[in-house]
């Protein structure tokens, strides 16, 4: 396929184009700053983009959005979350639906924080949007592909959990923690956490590109586990210690608003991939950590 992707140079867009050039397709990057060969430049904050390119692309993939934890929550840093997130998708979809001959499909990204904070409840494709600002980011984000989805182009919604990578995501910081011996759970642990393995998400996002699969898809690992049986097991990986627990009021002295968010329980089944017999490389969160940590020893 012909493929042009936003967000090609954040955590996973740096993983996901060798894979998909591995697999024999054509991946042409959009960026902001002037392109190299092989890249598009566009502005999706000025909503421009050369429709030309759009229309001899076969698929578009959007993973463009600022960093959820990269900063704290102000005002004006949750409108960037935003406008990161709704301006591109808005920018792909309308060029989608104004193009002449339109890609076949759209895979754009989406989060597990769509379903709010479930508690033990287990959640699925078809289960509804929960509260808080990440879900409400969420439903904001997904809306805005409607423009391509009314012109016929098949949108797939890929609500990621968290990848284990040390290199990025949820685990980088939490691996640093326990490589100095000083690891433990967050808050309470009894959070559900929704974890996936960066080889299980690439080949997910592989797997969903080349099947008519449409609307929500969960990248998720089949086996959510709690946040202490997730420390339990890193520890176990990296034969450390669990010894020091983040208390979840100095999570959120530390980082504001976002601790709030880190310690909500989401047990994410991704029943869209059950049913569709994908096969995951890494069923447990022990095999998911420990190819994450044997790929950086």
């Not at 100095?180 to 997910?204: E, H, N, T």
């Not at 099947?211 to 959510?224: D, F, K």
């Amino acid at each position: 396929m012909q493929i042009l992707i936003a967000g090609a140079s954040g955590f996973l867009g740096r993983r996901l184009i060798p894979h998909l050039r591995a697999a024999g397709h054509q991946v042409t990057p959009l960026v902001r700053r002037p392109p190299r060969p092989g890249e598009v430049r566009w502005d999706p904050t000025a909503g421009v983009l050369d429709g030309t390119v759009v229309a001899a692309a076969d698929a578009v993939i959007n993973l463009a959005g600022a960093g959820v934890g990269d900063k704290r929550w102000t005002a004006q840093y949750k409108k960037v979350l935003v406008d990161s997130r709704v301006d591109t998708t808005r920018t792909l979809a309308r060029a989608i639906a104004a193009a002449p001959v339109k890609p076949k499909v759209l895979l754009n990204s989406s989060a597990v924080g769509y379903y709010g904070d479930t508690g033990d409840r287990e959640v699925d494709e078809t289960s509804p949007a929960g509260e808080g600002f990440l879900a409400d980011l969420c439903k904001v984000w997904e809306a805005a592909t409607h423009p391509a989805e009314d012109a016929g182009t098949r949108v797939a919604l890929l609500r990621t959990g968290f990848p284990l990578d040390p290199e990025g995501g949820l685990l980088k910081p939490i691996h640093i923690q326990f490589k100095l011996f000083a690891g433990g759970r967050m808050g309470s642990g009894k959070q559900y956490l929704p974890w996936i393995s960066v080889p299980d998400w690439l080949a997910a996002v592989t797997f969903v590109l080349d099947r008519e699969l449409a609307g929500p898809v969960n990248l998720t690992g089949p086996e959510p586990v709690t946040n202490a049986d997730f420390s339990a097991a890193l520890a176990d990986v990296m034969h450390r210690p669990n010894l020091f627990p983040v208390p979840g009021f100095a999570l959120r002295a530390a980082v504001g608003e976002f601790g709030g968010e880190a310690l909500a329980s989401q047990r994410v089944l991704p029943a869209v991939l059950v049913r569709e017999e994908f096969p995951f490389a890494h069923r447990t969160v022990t095999d998911a950590l420990q190819q994450a940590v044997s790929s950086i020893t």
